[in-house]
């Protein structure tokens, strides 16, 4: 091998953190410094699952620099965890959200918008499911009427008592905001959130700087198609990182068994240890320990209306498989 060739096949590697997906590129921050937009070079999906995108934000990667002088992400180091999800409603593919998760926030609103208590809860099942500690940001508290800080201190005490954190913050007012950022210093966290919830207001206030747009138009309506925009990672002035994923639709449940969907409901999950059949689905079989728990009140109806609705989609897909 001539000098010339052996330089480029020694090319040095440098170690980096994928902080956006733009589609056919990521951009990542180099430990030593600088943010390099790369390419992928190798097949790093995952083993079972059809991924659109083999590396995520939050990855750690090697980046090496190929003899075309282009950038190119050549290993990724083992993910801790990651949260994925179809990539649209017709697809067998998922996409990955985000990989390497200390929390996944759900910024919320009780009003303008509401956010669904289903969408609460399939939030927080994904995140079970993938093992990630979950928590609920109610944003927007400057607004509340009597009958909204009632509603929210409902949800406080039974989200709490599930084990579910749940802070109460206003990206206007500056409420909140203080603990919130302490809360979230050091970790990395997934922020998500429906459209008009304040989510980007929220990364405002807490990343000065940050610079993201706000009140800007749902792309709801084409996310039936594509996933339109990527996931993107800001970093917190007092160290550690969110991020920023787009959209609601269809947080996970992929490939959930009906018999297991409950074990992602922690207090469903427990009361089901007293059900006959191990694979009771809680939905009238003999014996079960469930369905007494909600008549009794230990486990809420809106939690339980939730899990039957994960159940329902996995059992009739075709029910939620909106043509184009
Ligand atoms: P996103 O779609 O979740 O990113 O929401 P935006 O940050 O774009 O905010 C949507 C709308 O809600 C904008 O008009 C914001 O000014 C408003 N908004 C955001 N946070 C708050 C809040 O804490 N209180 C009130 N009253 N309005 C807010
Ligand atoms: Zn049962």
């Known amino acids: 091998m001539s000098s010339k060739k052996r330089e480029k096949a020694e090319a040095v590697s440098h170690e980096g953190l994928v902080i956006r997906n733009t589609g056919s590129s990521y951009i ?40 075309d002088d282009a950038d190119y992400i050549t290993s990724i180091a083992p993910r801790r965890n990651y949260i994925i999800r179809r990539a649209s409603n017709l697809s067998k593919e998922s996409h990955i959200l985000a990989a390497n998760l200390d929390l996944a926030a759900l910024v919320i609103s009780l009003r ?52 579910y954190e749940v802070a109460e913050v206003s990206a206007q007012s500056g409420e909140g905001i203080d603990q919130l950022r302490e ?26 700087g940050a610079d993201l747009k706000t009140g800007k138009i749902s792309d709801i309506h084409h996310q039936g198609m594509h996933t339109t925009t990527f996931s993107e990672m800001v970093s917190l002035p007092g160290g550690g990182e969110l991020i920023d994923v787009p959209g609601i639709r269809g947080f996970g449940t992929i ?5 297991e969907v409950s074990h992602y409901f922690p207090e469903i999950f427990k009361a089901s240890e007293g ?44 029910k939620y498989r909106k043509p184009f």
């Open 183 to 208: 809360r979230l210093s050091g970790k990395v966290t997934l922020l998500a959130g429906n459209s008009g919830v304040g989510k980007s207001s929220l990364i405002n206030r807490l990343v000065p």
């Open 255 to 259: 490939d959930f068994e009906p018999s």
């Open 112 to 163: 303008d918008p509401i956010t669904p208590t289903t969408f609460i809860d399939r939030f927080l099942a994904t995140a079970e499911a993938y093992n990630v500690p979950a928590m609920i940001i109610m944003n927007k508290s400057d607004i509340w009427d009597e009958c909204d800080r009632e509603l929210a201190e409902g949800m406080k005490i039974l989200y709490r008592q599930i084990g």
């Open 275 to 318: 059900c006959r059949y191990g694979n009771c689905k809680h939905t009238g079989e003999p014996g079960c320990a469930v369905l007494p728990a909600v008549e009794d009140h230990l486990i809420s109806e809106s939690r339980f209306a939730s899990y039957l609705s994960i159940l329902d989609e996995i059992e009739n897909p075709e």
């Open 28 to 67: 990542v921050r180099l430990d030593d410094g600088g943010e390099v937009n790369c390419r992928v070079k190798g097949n790093f999906r995952i083993k079972g699952i059809r991924t659109t995108n083999p590396v995520a934000v939050g990855d750690r990667v090697n980046v090496t620099k190929a003899a």
